[in-house]
């Protein structure tokens, strides 16, 4: 019965829109209202074939970060410029869009766990664990990367590539591994304002009248043959804005960064 159809990780998609509707519905007004949101490139979204598109983004929140997303995209797909005025967008939202989470984070309480049905494809980090990190890296799950695979064959999938809210970090190769395996379009975003809207988990927020800002630049330009994981980590990296040439040009004191 179709009231019943599941997505390939058993999900029932019924369940899931009705999940997307009432916690776009609830958080509508953290990024429209209490806050603004400034987005730029929408245009580039309704662009997007439907499947196999790999989007890359720095990361401020565990959740908050996301969330927005599943608001501009589909904002952008129901015809929306640079906006997500009146959230009936979500009445008919795109059912393919997942994104990648630390299977850690996702299992920390009732409400992440119900975030996860909307979409997470839950890894384990290999250099990280109960927020620490490892001495010794552990052998990747193999599952992990199938499931991607599975989700850019059904479609959208958000990943966070330096693993980590903190600010110019070093870009994880298996991004790098999964581009030049599968061969998506890659989307970069960037965005800020969030780590100052939101506390880490992006559940609560800490302060009112924040400028957001959410960038949607043009899909990367990479040869999936002869650029090397090296090449593609940079790449990544410039286009997230997260390379280590941009504390050159901006001089930071990150400490400060990350407390604010």
Known sequence: ????????????????????????????????????LKIEGS???????????????????YFADVVAMFH????????????????????????????VAASETMKSGILPRILAYVGAITVDRTWRSGGKDVSEKREVNPNDTENIKIALADGW?????QGTTKSFKPVRKGTAHIIKQHKPIVVPIVIDGFRRSFDKKGL??????????????????????????????????????????????????????ESI
């Open 1 to 36: 019965m179709a009231l019943f159809k599941r997505n390939p990780f058993g999900h029932i998609l019924f369940i899931k829109k009705w999940l997307i509707r009432f916690f776009g519905a609830i958080t509508h007004k953290r990024y429209h209202g209490f806050n603004d």
């Open 43 to 61: 245009d580039i979204i309704r662009n997007l074939p439907d499947k196999n598109v790999l989007f890359i983004s720095n990361h401020q929140t």
């Open 72 to 99: 501009v995209f589909n904002a952008s797909l129901s015809g929306r410029t640079n906006s997500i005025k009146n959230v009936g967008y979500l009445w008919q939202p795109k059912m393919n869009i997942y994104y």
């Open 157 to 161: 999938v958000i990943t966070f590539p």
């Open 204 to 257: 609560r927020m800490k302060k009112k009248n924040i400028l957001q800002s959410f960038v949607i630049k043009e899909p990367l330009e990479i040869d999936y043959e002869k650029d090397t994981i090296e090449e593609i980590v940079e790449k990544v990296e410039f286009a997230i804005e997260q390379h280590p040439s941009f504390l050159k040009v901006i001089p930071i004191n990150l400490s400060k960064l």
